[in-house]
T-cell receptor, first 112, second 114 residues
Framework: RKEVEQDPGPFNVPEGATVAFNCTYS??????FFWYRQDCRKEPKLLMS???SGNEDGRFTAQLNRASQYISLLIRDSKLSDSATYLC?????????????FGKGTHLIIQP | DTGVSQDPRHKITKRGQNVTFRCDPI?????LYWYRQTLGQGPEFLTY????????KSRLLSDRFSAERPKGSFSTLEIQRTEQGDSAMYLC????????????FGSGTRLTVV
């Protein structure tokens, strides 16, 4: 069983639409959760951390469901520039030595 | 300081050769991480340093791989006797607070073994 699972897509979405991704994680001891964005042939960049209470950053909303072990990302009013791969990331520790565990990513294509 | 720097950006090498990559983290970050990413996959953790101490190594890091961070600043990742399966993007990241706030990644070194 993979530790972090995501639908690889691609998701083809018209500009201005709302799109949502989910990911599931297998280790119930996971404590830190993130969404990273990765453009083609570029490094991953932190999009937002994910908190139990849910959090919002502009057009982006992240939710965490610990009981079901899934994380979601909602993008409202999608822009062409949102086209990228979105990586779901978990960590066992809130500040310790373990590395981050990445999903394979969900590929999003915003169409004009 | 403009972020995490990695050198070289691209490396093409023949199978069996040794290669070395360098990472310069953000100067105030005491934690440094190496990851590997192949096409269609997410980054996979290789190893982690806190200051000059290598605290964790993934089982992905075979005996042909060695990483150092001699003075707690820059780090090197060496691959000996490269194999075609080593072809990947090698990413370095740094942080001050471990994983709680995510990492800042460098642009990566893309290795192609021919």
């Amino acid at each position: 069983r993979k530790e972090v699972e995501q639908d690889p897509g691609p998701f083809n979405v018209p500009e201005g639409a709302t799109v949502a991704f989910n990911c599931t994680y297998s280790n119930s001891a996971s404590q830190s959760f993130f969404w990273y964005r990765q453009d083609c042939r570029k490094e991953p960049k932190l999009l937002m951390s994910v908190y139990s209470s849910g959090n919002e950053d502009g057009r982006f909303t992240a939710q965490l469901n610990r009981a079901s072990q899934y994380i979601s990302l909602l993008i409202r009013d999608s822009k062409l520039s949102d086209s990228a791969t979105y990586l779901c990331v978990v960590s066992l520790s809130g500040g310790g030595a373990d590395g981050l565990t990445f999903g394979k990513g969900t590929h999003l294509i915003i169409q004009p | 300081d403009t972020g995490v720097s990695q050198d070289p950006r691209h490396k093409i090498t023949k199978r069996g050769q040794n290669v070395t990559f360098r990472c310069d983290p953000i100067s105030e970050h005491n934690r440094l991480y190496w990851y590997r990413q192949t096409l269609g996959q997410g980054p996979e953790f290789l190893t982690y340093f806190q200051n000059e101490a290598q605290l964790e190594k993934s089982r992905l890091l075979s005996d042909r791989f060695s990483a150092e961070r001699p003075k707690g600043s820059f780090s090197t990742l060496e691959i000996q006797r490269t194999e075609q399966g080593d072809s990947a993007m090698y990413l370095c990241a740094s942080s001050s607070f471990g994983t709680a706030y995510g990492y800042t990644f460098g642009s990566g070194t893309r290795l192609t073994v021919v």
